[in-house]
């Protein structure tokens, strides 16, 4: 049985967790040449990326591992028949914990107050005249996807006394709701998404990007938030319309946002990018994060253990 990576991520570490009767290897991520060659007779593929010459020349796949959550990037129509697709695990536990700090931050406005703090300015409390902060205690939170995330997001947010919402491509799939999760809807329904956005305190982007889902929250959305509402982006910076989140957030249409996924990224590590074509970091209701709310090593070990288990489990199970 042979497993091949394109992973940039963990490559060696992943080898020395599989069965000493796999043959595992690790191909450079950049080098397409070698990725094809290394295709022909792999039964197991690692990779972010899925396309119609990879499917020409993985004759003997029958078990596409994808590293990230979104799987974006993976062709489903060129999976032949019988090839399992199996998307990142690992990372949805501090991903939801990065969602309830980011929610309480907001509604304490703790970045704008300690901005000003450092200024020697009280701006908030009974010494200030900023006004009451929030709290989540008795709020609607509305998810945009329901998947390992949106579950690990319920269960701390109902902690809190949050009601959630969540919208999802598969409903039929839920079958069971736990403690917090007043409903389940279709996120392919243009009209349960409007509710959703139109009655929540808070939204939480968790969904694949996808054509359904790029440009989901457009201006036409952001204007049917509530002016006190905040949104929460972990998933794809392009679900939310770029020039609709900044102007929404500029000219204060809703109370802020926790952008942890944006629009352009570096090439190659150390490099300095600005996040997108405008100056969010001008405003100062916008947490900014670079796509790193997952990325803590209990996420390394997990993802790590769960891929090989995917693999030892798929080597007992599989004719191949």
Not at 11 to 28: C, K, M, N, Q
Not at 162 to 172: D, K, N, Q
Not at 199 to 214: N, P
Not at 271 to 290: K, Y
Request: glycine share 10%; charged share 25%; with cysteine.
């Amino acid at each position: 049985m042979k497993v091949v990576s394109f992973s940039h991520l963990w490559r060696e570490e992943l080898g020395t967790l599989l069965d000493s009767d796999i043959e595992f290897v690790a191909v450079d991520p950049d080098d397409e040449t070698a990725q094809l060659a290394s295709l022909a007779d792999a039964d197991v593929l690692i990779s972010t990326k899925f396309d119609a010459p990879m499917a020409r020349a993985a004759v003997r796949l029958r078990l596409l591992l994808c590293p990230s959550a979104g799987t974006e990037g993976i062709d489903r129509e060129q999976l032949a028949p019988g090839v399992g697709l199996l998307n990142g695990q690992g990372h949805e536990i501090p991903i939801a914990e990065f969602v309830i700090g980011a929610l309480v931050a907001l509604r304490q406005k703790m970045f704008a107050a300690d901005r000003a703090l450092r200024d020697g300015r009280w701006e908030y409390g009974f010494l200030g005249a900023g006004g009451f902060v929030g709290e989540l205690y008795g709020s609607k939170l509305g998810m945009l996807g329901y998947g390992r995330i949106g579950k690990e997001i319920v269960q701390r947010a109902s902690a809190f006394g949050i009601e959630t919402v969540a919208l999802t491509m598969r409903p039929e799939r839920v079958t069971a709701k736990p403690p917090g999760l007043a409903l389940v809807g279709d996120l392919k329904d243009r009209a349960a998404v409007d509710a959703v956005v139109s009655r929540s305190d808070a939204i939480v982007v968790c969904c694949e990007l996808s054509a359904q889902t790029r440009g989901l929250i457009d201006a036409r959305r952001f204007g049917l938030m509530k002016k006190h509402a905040v949104i929460v982006n972990i998933a794809r910076g392009p679900i939310l319309d770029e020039k609709a989140l900044y102007e929404a957030l500029k000219e204060r249409k809703i109370d802020g946002a926790a952008l942890d996924v944006w629009y352009e990224y570096p090439h190659k590590r150390g490099e300095r990018v600005q996040p997108s074509r405008f100056p969010f970091a001008e405003l100062d209701n916008v947490i900014m994060t670079p796509h790193c709310s997952g990325w803590t090593e209990g996420h390394r070990r997990r993802k790590l253990g769960r891929m090989a288990d995917a693999i030892h489990s798929f080597k007992k199970t599989q004719p191949l």
